[in-house]
């Protein structure tokens, strides 16, 4: 049988900015789908990430967090605690990778992927 791997990717992802010492931004996921690439090319299942709505949103934080992730919205560099850094685009990519994530699991439970 068959086993089609989903992958879930965005250029939007790559536009969350975390400075030179943080271990999370764009290198480290381009680094991460060029090695995809590379090993694994073509063997994917491409998965769309569509924005979460607010409410799937709520689900998991509260109104007051989420307002304030978006108050950081194309804000060059925000700290929201001190090892949670956000730049103008992290707010979007945070959407998205939510809407992400809510994707893959919908394809994993619909038999899309594995």
């Given amino acids: 049988m068959d086993i089609s791997l989903g992958i879930v990717r965005h250029d939007v992802y790559l536009e969350h900015k975390t400075g030179l010492s943080h271990p999370e931004g ?18 994917f299942l491409g998965l769309e990430p569509a924005p979460a709505t607010l409410e799937q949103i709520e689900l998991v934080h ?7 992730v978006l108050s950081t919205a194309r804000r ?3 700290n929201l605690t001190s090892d949670t850094p956000s730049s103008a685009h992290s707010c979007r990519a945070a959407w998205m990778a939510v809407g992400g994530c809510l994707q893959a699991v919908e394809a994993l439970m619909t038999g899309q992927c594995a």
Avoid: I, K, N
């Fill in 26 to 43: 764009p290198g480290r996921l381009g680094s991460l789908h060029q090695m995809l690439d590379q090993e694994f090319g073509g063997r």
């Fill in 76 to 78: 060059a560099f925000t």
């Fill in 62 to 68: 509260s109104p007051a967090y989420v307002q304030l």
